[in-house]
C-alpha cells in the first residue's frame, strides 16, 4: 500500500489498514493508494516452491544427491574405485538423455529422473577425490582437494557459458545432450586409467568432500604433521 510506503506508519497503523482492506472498509477499486502488482513495474513477485516448477526440480535433485552418499560410499570402498565413476558416469549420462526426450507435461518422471540423476552425479566429486588420495601421502589430501576444487571451478565457469549458448541455437534438450557427452567421455577416461594403472590394495576411507570450500576439506583431511601434534 502507498500509505505504508510514504506515511511510515508502524506496525499497529499497517494492521488497521489491513483489517480495514478484510472487512470490506477500503473500496479496492477506487482507492489510489493502492500498488497495483499488474501496473506496476517496480515490484516484485513472490511465489511458493510449488509454483516454481524449476525450484522444486532442484530440491529433488540435491535430495537424490544426499541420498546417494552413504550407498555410493560403501560401494566405493568394496569396489575398484574406477569402476563406480563409470557406472554413475554412464547412469548420469542416461538420465540425461531421457530428461532430453521427456515432455514437460510428464512432472513426475521429471522429478523421478532429476532425483536419480542428482544420485548418480553428486558423489562422482568425493569418489574421484577418494581415488586420487588412495596414491597420495596423507599430507597431500589438502593440495590434492585443492587441485580438485581449482578444477571444478573451471568447469563451473565454462560450462554455463557454453551451455547457455546451446540452448540458444539448438533448445532447452540440448543442455541434457551436453551433460551426457561430458559423462560419457568421463566414462571413457575411467576405463583408459584402469587400462594404464592398477587399483591400490589398500584404500583410503571414502569421506564425502565439498567442491566449494577448502576450509572444509582441512578439517576433514588433517595432514599427517598436523596429526602428530595433537
Given at each position: 500500500n502507498r500509505k505504508v510506503i510514504e506515511k511510515?506508519?508502524?506496525?499497529?497503523?499497517?494492521?488497521?489498514?489491513?483489517?480495514?482492506?478484510?472487512?470490506?472498509?477500503?473500496?479496492?477499486?477506487?482507492?489510489?493508494?493502492?500498488?497495483?502488482?499488474?501496473?506496476e513495474r517496480d515490484t516484485v513477485k513472490l511465489m511458493t516452491?510449488?509454483?516454481?516448477?524449476?525450484?522444486?526440480?532442484i530440491v529433488v535433485f540435491l535430495f537424490g544427491g544426499l541420498i546417494a552418499q552413504i550407498p555410493i560410499g560403501r560401494l566405493a570402498d568394496i569396489f575398484d574405485r574406477r569402476w563406480v565413476l563409470i557406472i554413475l558416469s554412464l547412469f548420469a549420462a542416461t538420465i540425461s538423455?531421457?530428461?532430453?526426450v521427456i515432455a514437460s507435461q510428464y512432472v513426475l518422471y521429471l522429478y523421478l529422473c532429476s532425483f536419480l540423476f542428482g544420485f548418480a552425479t553428486f558423489p562422482i566429486f568425493s569418489v574421484a577425490a577418494a581415488?586420487?588420495?588412495d596414491f597420495?601421502?596423507?599430507?597431500?589430501?589438502?593440495?590434492?582437494?585443492?587441485?580438485?576444487i581449482?578444477?571444478?571451478?573451471?568447469?563451473?565457469?565454462?560450462?554455463?557459458?557454453?551451455?547457455?549458448?546451446?540452448i540458444d541455437y539448438f533448445g532447452p534438450a540440448s543442455l541434457f545432450i551436453f551433460l551426457s557427452l561430458v559423462h560419457i567421455l568421463l566414462s571413457?577416461?575411467?576405463?583408459?586409467?584402469m587400462m594404464a594403472r592398477p587399483s591400490v590394495a589398500e584404500?583410503?576411507?571414502?569421506?564425502?568432500?565439498p567442491r566449494t570450500s577448502l576450509i572444509f576439506g582441512k578439517f576433514l583431511n588433517p595432514s599427517k604433521k598436523e596429526s602428530d601434534d595433537n
Amino acid at each position: 500500500n502507498r500509505k505504508v510506503i510514504e506515511k511510515h506508519l508502524d506496525l499497529l497503523e499497517i494492521i488497521q489498514l489491513m483489517k480495514r482492506l478484510i472487512d470490506g472498509q477500503e473500496n479496492l477499486v477506487e482507492n489510489e493508494d493502492l500498488l497495483r502488482l499488474e501496473t506496476e513495474r517496480d515490484t516484485v513477485k513472490l511465489m511458493t516452491m510449488h509454483a516454481s516448477k524449476g525450484l522444486e526440480f532442484i530440491v529433488v535433485f540435491l535430495f537424490g544427491g544426499l541420498i546417494a552418499q552413504i550407498p555410493i560410499g560403501r560401494l566405493a570402498d568394496i569396489f575398484d574405485r574406477r569402476w563406480v565413476l563409470i557406472i554413475l558416469s554412464l547412469f548420469a549420462a542416461t538420465i540425461s538423455i531421457i530428461l532430453s526426450v521427456i515432455a514437460s507435461q510428464y512432472v513426475l518422471y521429471l522429478y523421478l529422473c532429476s532425483f536419480l540423476f542428482g544420485f548418480a552425479t553428486f558423489p562422482i566429486f568425493s569418489v574421484a577425490a577418494a581415488h586420487a588420495n588412495d596414491f597420495a601421502e596423507q599430507d597431500k589430501y589438502v593440495d590434492i582437494a585443492a587441485s580438485l576444487i581449482f578444477i571444478f571451478g573451471l568447469g563451473a565457469i565454462i560450462s554455463p557459458l557454453f551451455s547457455s549458448a546451446l540452448i540458444d541455437y539448438f533448445g532447452p534438450a540440448s543442455l541434457f545432450i551436453f551433460l551426457s557427452l561430458v559423462h560419457i567421455l568421463l566414462s571413457i577416461i575411467g576405463g583408459i586409467r584402469m587400462m594404464a594403472r592398477p587399483s591400490v590394495a589398500e584404500k583410503t576411507p571414502y569421506m564425502y568432500l565439498p567442491r566449494t570450500s577448502l576450509i572444509f576439506g582441512k578439517f576433514l583431511n588433517p595432514s599427517k604433521k598436523e596429526s602428530d601434534d595433537n
